[in-house]
C-alpha cells in the first residue's frame, strides 16, 4: 500500500513556528507539532527522506506585547520564550530537525530583505496610499494585537488583521465598532502609505496551486469567499519598531510584516538545514522536486494556502511550489479556545514528563481537533490513560507476558496447530495494519484514526486472549495454545511498530521487552516474533496512573495488602508494589481470584476481580478495602499482623 510520497524526494514538514509570547499549551501541542511530528516519523518507516522544520516566530506584534506587558524589551521576551518552547518540544519527544530563532539566525534578515525586494522588482508589492486606524489618545498606529472588533465577514470577535472564526483577513479599519489596545479612547481612521499587494488579481492562480497538491475542501472555500470581494489590497509592510525593515526607501518606519515574512522563513529554514546536510538548497532558487508540507491551525489558513503561494509566485515566478496542507480546528479547554495571551491552557511542561508523555500523545491524537473543535476535558484524559492505557493495555501486556513466563520459560513459542479462529485473528491484525497505513499516509493522515486503530489492537487481542484462555492449561490442546500465545505476540510487536509514529518511546520500550529491535521499518505484514526469542515483557510497567497531588491517602491496609499481593506473587520482601497494579505486577486470573478469597477471608470484603484488575495500584486498592471494611474488621486484623 503507497504510503503517498515518493521515497526519493526530499521531504519538509513544517509546523507554524510559535510565537514567542509564552510557552506552549496543549492545544498548541495537539495540532502542528505532534501531526508533523508523527508525520515524520511515519514516512522515514517507509523509506523517505523527511525533515521537521520550526521555529520561532520572534518579530509578531504579540513578542512586542507580552515585553510591554512583563517591562522589558522584545529581543528578551522571545529568546526566554522561544527557549521554553524548544524545552516543551523536546518534552513531548517531538524530533525537530531545524529550529530558526528569527531574530537572532546571522543571515535571516538579509535573506529576508532580499525576498521582499524580489517581491518589490516584480512591480505587484508597491506604496499603496489607505486607510488604517490609529488610536485616538495616543496616535500609535493599530494593528493585531492592538486592536480588536467584529468581523467584517462574519461578525464574530476578531482581533486585527485576521478572524480565527472565518479564517478571513480584515485590515483593522473594516473592524466593525473597533476598540483600541493602547487606551480607552475608540480608534480614529487615518490613511497611511504601506507597501502592498492586490491579492485579487490571483485569484485563478490561488485555484492552480490548489489543484496541484493536498488542499483540504476547507481550504478552497476559504479562498473561494475570500475572492468573492471587490478588492483586497493586503499591507505587507507595517509602521513598528520591532520587526525587520525593508531595504527600499518606498516608505519610512515601517517593517515587513512578520505573516508574508514566514513564507521566506520557510524557505530560509531549508537552506539551513541543507548547510548543516551538506546539501545545495537555497531559498534563492526553490527546486521543484521539493516537497512541502505545512501542518497549521484554521487561524493560519489564510497566511499558509492564500497569501503564501502568490508571493512565491511573484518572488520565484519559475517555480512551482508543490505543498500538501494539513489544518487543525481548535482545541477548546473547558469550552473556550487555548489562549496564551488570556492564560486559559494547560500548559505542556506542567504535564509531560518520562513516565506521561506516551499517554499525553495517545490522548491528543485520539482527541485533536480534525476537521471540527474538540474540547479538552481533564476527567476525560483520566479515564482514558486508567481505563484504556492502564486497565487495557497495560493489563493484556502484564497478563501476556506472565502466561509466557509461566507457560513458555519467557520465550515466544513455537506456533503449533492452527485453527479457524487464529487464522481469523491474524488477518484482523492484517486489517488493522492497512487502516493504520492509511491513517498515518500523507493522504488520508489522521492522527484521530490511527489512535483509534493502534486501541483496536489491544482491543482485538484481549477479546482473542479470552476466546482462547479456556484451553490455555489443556495438555490436550496445548498445541493450539502455543499457536494463541505466538499470536498475541504477533499483535504486541504490531502494537510496537505501528504505535512508533505516535508514541515513540513506548514503541520502543515494548519492541525490547520483546525481544525485538527498536522499529524503524513500517511493517508490511503482520509477522510472528521469531520462536525462541527472550522476552522481558511480565514486569514492564509502560503506563501508570499518577500519584494523588493532595498527597497519599489514608491508607492503614497498605502494609497488610503489599505483603498479601508479593505473597500471592512469590515475590521478594523488598520489591517496590505501592505504586503499580496488580496487572502491571504480572498478576494473572487465577493469582486474582486467590487474592480475591484471601482478602474476603482475612478481612470480610468481597471485592470483584474487575476491581482488582481495573488499574487501580496498590495504595489505591487498599485505601479502597479500608473504606469498605468494617471497624472490627480492621481491629481483628490489626491483632495479627501490623498495620
Not at 166 to 171: Q, S, V
Not at 229 to 249: I, K, L, N, Q, Y
Not at 280 to 288: G, I, K
Not at 612 to 639: I, N, Q, S, Y
Request: proline share 7%; aromatic share 8%.
Amino acid at each position: 500500500m503507497s504510503t503517498g510520497n515518493d521515497s526519493r524526494q526530499p521531504i519538509f514538514v513544517f509546523s507554524t513556528p510559535p510565537t514567542p509570547n509564552g510557552n506552549l499549551h496543549l492545544g498548541h501541542l495537539s495540532g502542528p507539532y505532534l501531526g508533523a511530528d508523527a508525520f515524520v516519523r511515519f514516512q522515514r518507516m517507509n523509506g523517505a527522506t523527511a525533515w521537521h522544520l520550526t521555529g520561532s516566530d520572534d518579530f509578531q506584534s504579540y513578542v512586542v506585547d507580552r515585553a510591554r506587558r512583563d517591562g522589558c524589551e522584545p529581543a528578551e521576551s522571545a529568546a526566554h520564550y522561544s527557549a521554553e518552547i524548544a524545552s516543551t518540544l523536546e518534552l513531548m519527544d517531538i524530533a525537530v530537525d531545524q529550529y530558526t530563532v528569527t531574530s537572532v539566525d546571522p543571515t535571516y534578515q538579509e535573506g529576508l530583505r532580499a525576498f521582499f525586494s524580489r517581491l518589490v522588482a516584480g512591480g505587484r508589492v508597491a506604496p499603496r496610499e489607505d486607510q488604517a486606524l490609529f488610536d485616538a489618545a495616543t496616535g500609535d498606529y493599530l494593528y493585531e494585537v492592538d486592536v480588536s472588533g467584529g468581523c467584517p465577514g462574519c461578525g464574530q470577535p476578531a482581533g486585527g488583521n485576521i478572524c480565527e472564526e472565518c479564517g478571513e483577513p480584515n485590515f483593522c479599519v473594516d473592524l466593525a465598532n473597533p476598540r483600541s489596545g493602547r487606551s480607552d479612547t475608540a480608534p480614529r481612521a487615518g490613511t497611511i502609505s504601506r507597501y502592498s499587494l492586490p491579492l485579487h488579481e490571483f485569484a485563478g492562480e490561488v485555484a492552480a496551486h490548489h489543484g496541484r497538491g493536498r488542499v483540504p475542501a476547507r481550504l478552497k472555500e476559504l479562498a473561494d469567499r475570500l475572492f468573492r470581494r471587490e478588492r483586497v489590497d493586503v499591507p505587507v509592510t507595517h509602521p513598528a519598531s520591532w520587526g525587520v525593515p525593508p531595504v527600499e526607501t518606498g516608505v519610512e518606519g515601517q517593517v515587513i510584516w512578520v505573516w508574508p515574512e514566514m513564507s521566506f522563513g520557510f524557505l530560509h529554514g531549508i537552506e539551513s538545514m541543507g548547510r548543516r546536510l551538506g546539501r545545495d538548497w537555497s531559498a534563492d532558487a526553490p527546486r521543484d522536486d521539493w516537497k512541502i508540507v505545512h501542518f497549521f491551525g484554521y487561524d493560519n489558513s489564510f497566511y499558509h494556502s492564500i497569501l503564501y503561494p502568490v508571493l512565491y509566485r511573484l518572488a520565484h515566478p519559475g517555480w512551482s511550489p508543490d505543498i500538501d496542507y494539513h489544518v487543525n480546528e481548535f482545541y477548546l479547554l473547558e469550552g473556550q479556545k487555548f489562549s496564551t495571551s488570556r492564560r486559559h491552557a494547560i500548559w505542556g511542561k506542567d504535564v509531560l514528563g518520562p513516565h506521561s508523555v506516551d499517554a499525553v500523545r495517545f490522548f491528543l491524537s485520539r482527541t485533536r481537533p480534525e476537521g471540527r473543535r474538540t474540547n479538552y476535558e481533564h476527567d476525560a484524559y483520566d479515564r482514558v490513560l486508567r481505563d484504556t492505557l492502564v486497565g487495557t493495555w497495560q493489563r493484556w501486556l502484564s497478563d501476556l507476558g506472565a502466561r509466557v513466563d509461566k507457560h513458555h520459560g519467557g520465550t515466544a513459542p513455537e506456533p503449533g496447530t492452527w485453527t479457524p479462529e487464529h487464522s481469523a485473528f491474524l488477518d484482523r491484525l492484517g486489517v488493522r495494519l492497512s487502516a493504520l497505513t492509511r491513517a498515518l499516509g500523507a493522504d488520508g493522515f489522521s492522527l484521530n484514526q490511527a489512535a483509534d486503530e493502534l486501541d483496536g489492537i489491544v482491543q482485538d487481542a484481549v477479546r482473542f486472549a479470552r476466546q482462547e484462555g479456556p484451553v490455555a492449561e489443556s495438555t490436550r490442546w496445548s498445541d493450539q495454545a502455543r499457536t494463541a500465545i505466538a499470536l498475541e505476540l504477533a499483535a504486541a510487536s504490531l502494537l510496537a511498530h505501528c504505535a512508533a509514529p505516535v508514541m515513540p518511546r513506548f514503541a520502543g520500550r515494548l519492541a525490547t521487552a520483546l525481544g525485538l529491535r527498536p522499529p524503524a521499518e513500517w511493517p508490511r505484514t503482520v509477522a510472528l516474533i521469531p520462536p525462541g526469542t527472550g522476552l522481558d515483557l511480565a514486569r514492564q510497567v509502560f503506563f501508570s496512573t499518577p500519584p494523588d497531588p493532595a498527597g497519599e491517602p489514608d491508607t492503614p491496609l497498605l502494609p497488610w495488602l503489599a505483603g498479601l499481593v508479593r505473597s500471592t506473587l512469590r515475590l521478594p520482601d523488598d520489591e517496590p508494589v505501592e505504586g503499580r497494579s496488580p496487572a502491571q505486577l504480572g498478576m494473572v486470573s487465577m493469582q486474582t481470584v486467590a487474592l480475591q478469597f484471601q482478602i474476603l477471608e482475612e478481612l470480610g470484603v468481597d471485592v470483584s476481580v474487575e476491581e482488582l484488575l481495573d488499574g487501580r495500584d496498590v495504595t489505591a486498592l487498599a485505601a479502597l478495602l479500608a473504606e469498605r471494611a468494617k471497624p472490627e474488621a480492621l481491629t481483628t486484623l490489626a491483632g495479627t499482623v501490623r498495620i
